[in-house]
């Protein structure tokens, strides 16, 4: 009980706290405030449709959440599409009340796209925080891990944001004395992506990219390049990394002894 009143006091903080989710929240609480307000303005035929509209609306919402909660791996990734399905019945629905309300909520969301981000999952879980400089550091000196599972990712790229948490609770589960796992933030070195074989054009299209790092030498990447230098684009997930990585394969090694 206390720890379903503490996850609902943090989810409110952060609601509060990050603009994000605040302006989102905003915005949706006005349809609210708007369609009581004006319901005696609407003629009866109007308000009818818009109730049955509504119903339907609420309804096929609902269903989508519930696919996309069993489907999705991460909150991140559910948090969006649940808002992006919201901003869309909302247009739809303040149309039928009246064309320059939805023209007004498509111009709020753009700007709230434009003004905010929404926040990456802020755990570690036993991930390292590393510069690219520091990265050297850790795989020429061996005195760490024989292995190193890195993350490079961008603090500003959505692809990176919705996966936020997949690498952080993996390590939790894989790390070891011989298997380290480290996070490297393009974003704020962008001239190192090259070093490590990362194109940052095309909207960062490559990112994440995980490497798995063997004695200092890169012996398996993902997303891997195809003939053409296009990366593949594979949806990230836990049970993605864990299997493309052998990380159960490196984790019985090393309870074993091997």
């Not at 309300?101 to 929404?118: G, M, N, P, S």
């Not at 795989?139 to 024989?146: F, K, Q, V, Y």
Request: proline share 3%; net charge neutral; aromatic share 12%.
């Amino acid at each position: 009980m206390e720890k379903n009143q503490s996850r609902g006091v943090e989810c409110l903080n952060v609601m509060v706290t990050e603009p994000y989710y605040m302006f989102h929240f905003l915005a949706f609480f006005s349809y609210f405030v708007i369609r009581t307000s004006t319901a005696h303005l609407l003629l009866p035929h109007i308000a009818h449709h818009l109730l049955h509209r509504e119903i339907q609306a609420v309804l096929t919402f609902s269903l989508l959440i519930a696919i996309k909660m069993v489907r999705e791996e991460t909150w991140e990734t559910i948090i969006s599409d649940t808002l992006f399905l919201g901003k869309v019945f909302l247009v739809i629905l303040a149309l039928i009340m009246d064309y320059h309300l939805a023209l007004w909520y498509i111009v709020v969301f753009i700007v709230i796209y434009i003004l905010t981000q929404q926040p990456a999952f802020q755990g570690l879980g036993t991930c390292s925080k590393l510069t690219p400089l520091q990265l050297e550091a850790v795989l020429t000196e061996g005195n760490i891990s024989r292995l190193w599972l890195v993350e490079f990712r961008a603090s500003c790229s959505s692809a990176c944001i919705r996966t936020s948490r997949c690498f952080p609770e993996l390590s939790i589960t894989y790390s070891t004395k011989s298997l380290s796992f480290g996070i490297v933030d393009l974003g704020l070195f962008p001239n190192a992506a090259a070093k490590f074989g990362i194109s940052l054009g095309g909207s960062m299209s490559q990112l994440p990219t995980y490497i798995l790092f063997e004695n200092a030498a890169e012996v398996a990447r993902l997303p891997e390049l195809d003939f053409e230098a296009k990366a593949y684009h594979a949806p990230i997930t836990k049970k993605l990394l864990s299997r493309y990585f052998e990380l159960d394969r490196h984790l019985l090694e090393y309870v074993n002894g091997k």
